[in-house]
């Protein structure tokens, strides 16, 4: 979001600078005087006065960023943007307690007793109760010893409303676009976005039209069995899909 503003900005700034101070139009208005016995007003004549109406502080720029629009080709999800302002000490110490609870709850399930039976009453006022089933993992408290971002382990990171885990992502190319054909954050301008429309237009009009027709030579089974055979892993025979497990035997 923060570069779709950025890109809008230049190019409104950009654009208004071409366009410049626009040429106010004239209007002509009534010249009034009063009349020398009656006192009355009357016209007397017309003059040409610039109309205000069209001045910049009052109907605003020619190009505002309001009526630029920006969508991206393929948008990713905020989650996964690797940014984690939003993610806080406070909100991760929410997290690790509620993740606590559920432990202290499980530990009385594994207890094998009722929550709501005396017999659980009489465990909680002696502390948590340890585990009776063999293996059974609990957790008795957690707490947050180093908070450090953007480290996380991806279940809490999940829990939090981000999801990146890459440390470096770099796309190489969309379609028959590559990076040489993208502009840099500093060559941002309303000149170079336009030289580089067209030089898009020229590499979709260079690529050959898709007439919507698909030819097919095999048959898509056909084309598994092909790999299947490549790998030595040869059918005999076809796979009954409604095989019971009991035998057809009927008779």
Same mark, same amino acid.
């Given at each position: 979001?923060?570069? &779709?503003?950025?890109?809008?900005?230049?190019?409104?700034?950009?654009?208004?600078?071409?366009?410049?101070?626009?040429?106010?139009?004239?209007?002509?208005?009534?010249?009034?005087?009063?009349?020398? &016995?009656?006192?009355?007003?009357?016209?007397?004549?017309?003059?040409?006065?610039?109309?205000?109406?069209?001045?910049?502080?009052?109907?605003?720029?020619?190009?505002?960023?309001?009526?630029?629009?920006?969508?991206?080709?393929?948008?990713?999800?905020?989650?996964?943007?690797?940014?984690?302002?939003?993610?806080?000490?406070?909100?991760?110490?929410?997290?690790?307690?509620?993740?606590?609870?559920?432990?202290?709850?499980?530990?009385?399930?594994?207890?094998?007793?009722?929550?709501?039976?005396?017999?659980?009453?009489?465990?909680?006022?002696?502390?948590?109760?340890?585990?009776?089933?063999?293996?059974?993992?609990?957790?008795?408290?957690?707490?947050? &010893?180093?908070?450090?971002?953007?480290?996380?382990?991806?279940?809490?990171?999940?829990?939090?409303?981000?999801?990146?885990?890459?440390?470096?992502?770099?796309?190489?190319?969309?379609?028959?676009?590559?990076?040489?054909?993208?502009?840099?954050?500093?060559?941002?301008?309303?000149?170079?976005?336009?030289?580089?429309?067209?030089?898009?237009?020229?590499?979709?009009?260079?690529?050959?039209?898709?007439?919507?027709?698909?030819?097919?030579?095999?048959?898509?089974?056909?084309?598994?069995?092909?790999?299947?055979?490549?790998?030595?892993?040869?059918?005999?025979?076809?796979?009954?899909?409604?095989?019971?497990?009991?035998?057809?035997?009927?008779?």
């Amino acid at each position: 979001m923060g570069l &779709k503003r950025q890109i809008v900005k230049r190019l409104c700034a950009d654009g208004n600078e071409v366009v410049g101070f626009p040429r106010l139009p004239t209007i002509k208005m009534p010249v009034v005087e009063p009349h020398e &016995k009656s006192g009355a007003l009357v016209v007397v004549g017309e003059r040409e006065v610039e109309d205000y109406t069209m001045h910049p502080l009052v109907s605003g720029d020619a190009f505002r960023p309001e009526d630029i629009r920006l969508e991206e080709v393929h948008q990713m999800e905020s989650t996964s943007s690797g940014v984690c302002h939003h993610v806080t000490r406070h909100k991760l110490e929410k997290l690790i307690a509620r993740i606590q609870s559920d432990y202290r709850k499980r530990a009385f399930e594994t207890a094998e007793v009722d929550l709501q039976s005396e017999e659980a009453f009489d465990l909680a006022r002696k502390g948590i109760p340890r585990a009776r089933l063999f293996g059974a993992q609990i957790i008795y408290e957690c707490s947050v &010893k180093r908070f450090h971002l953007p480290c996380f382990i991806h279940e809490l990171g999940v829990n939090l409303g981000t999801t990146a885990s890459c440390a470096r992502l770099r796309r190489a190319s969309i379609g028959p676009f590559h990076s040489s054909h993208a502009l840099l954050e500093k060559q941002i301008s309303l000149q170079n976005i336009l030289r580089n429309i067209e030089l898009c237009r020229r590499i979709m009009n260079s690529l050959g039209k898709d007439e919507g027709v698909i030819y097919e030579n095999n048959s898509p089974y056909e084309e598994v069995r092909d790999v299947v055979d490549g790998l030595d892993l040869h059918i005999d025979h076809e796979y009954d899909a409604m095989r019971p497990v009991w035998p057809r035997n009927y008779t």
